[in-house]
């Protein structure tokens, strides 16, 4: 089982970046592909990027590709989401998650989530 603590959300303008990290507690983290997913007020969860566990393989949604950069350290047991070139679109809850499985875009094939962290950009 793993413990998902998100950290690194807060307030911009259009264009800057952002750095989002989640950090996990638990076993086996390097078992685990991980994904970010993000959820705006009346909207549906979304996905957003994933990295399978070796770190080598990244899949992006059309929406962030370019922009946002997601990365792994397995000894530190942390992901990160690099956000660039910020646009109001992207305010959401962005949400750490880690998958069992192959890599997916599905929110239900993830097993555990964080708590969510605030991105919100203005224009």
């Known amino acids: 089982q793993l413990t998902l603590v998100e950290s690194g959300g807060g307030s911009v303008q259009a264009g800057d970046s952002l750095r989002l990290a989640c950090v996990a507690s638990?076993?086996?983290?390097?078992?685990?592909?991980m994904g970010w997913f993000r959820q705006a007020p009346g909207k549906e969860r979304e996905f957003v990027a994933n990295i399978n566990r070796s770190g080598h393989d990244r899949r992006y949604s059309d929406s962030v590709l370019n922009r946002f950069t997601i990365s792994r350290d397995n000894e530190y047991k942390t992901v990160g989401l690099q956000m660039n070139r910020l646009k109001p679109e992207d305010t959401a809850v962005y949400f750490c998650?880690?998958?069992?499985?192959?890599?997916?875009?599905?929110?239900?094939?993830?097993?555990?989530w964080g708590q969510g962290t605030q991105v919100t950009v203005s224009s």
């Open positions: 638990g076993r086996d983290f390097g078992f685990y592909t």
């Open positions: 998650a880690a998958s069992q499985y192959a890599p997916s875009t599905e929110a239900s094939d993830f097993d555990y």
